[in-house]
């Protein structure tokens, strides 16, 4: 359920944690899953961490129209979804089988409403493709949005390349820009790299190759 204010939402401001992770521009699902990020140190930011920032967060992806605002119960579909998400995720690039569960709530979000425009006819002007914003309806639209992006992710031609950055804590998702790629941001190899000079006292021969 949501509700539809006569402000317009501005102060949804993102994580400045870390950059955007390759291919989360084009892939919601993945977007959705690295809107939490463990920081060194164990601190955890979340960019749904209450129902306005899940509201900006859908906005600023496009899912929502800038005029409403998630009520908590929304914000915690969003986060389960997200949840369900990385448990897909984690376990496709360990080749593991889906966990059942989080398989069968994906699909129900892929399933509740139809992510793609109906066709209407409308008298006088013909058949057209409406897409129907129910206002109670409009998270439920987002999420299969999200969903199908996964679904279309893991079973077509990228999904050889969604990996799981190596720079721990960091996990976020991403899709590889090329092979050998193992983080999902410079800061995240570079921190991999000093620490790894710091434990050997010397500079790491292959620093240079691994990149990003
Ligand atoms: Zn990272």
Redesign the pocket.
Known sequence: MLTVNNFRYHEHVPSPA?PP?PGTDDHASLALVDTV?VLPGGHRVDDLGDPGAATGWLIERGLVSDDVMLLEHCQGKLTSLRQDLRTLFDRFVEGEDPDPSALDRINAAITTVPAAPLLHHVPGRGLQRVQQHPVTKLVEYAMAHIAEDAAELVTGPLAGSIAR???LP???L?IRTHARRR???V???D?VRAARSYSRGRQSEDAEAERT
């Open positions: 870390l992770a990020v950055c190596e720079a960091c996990d976020r991403m983080w999902c941001s800061r995240c190899g921190r």
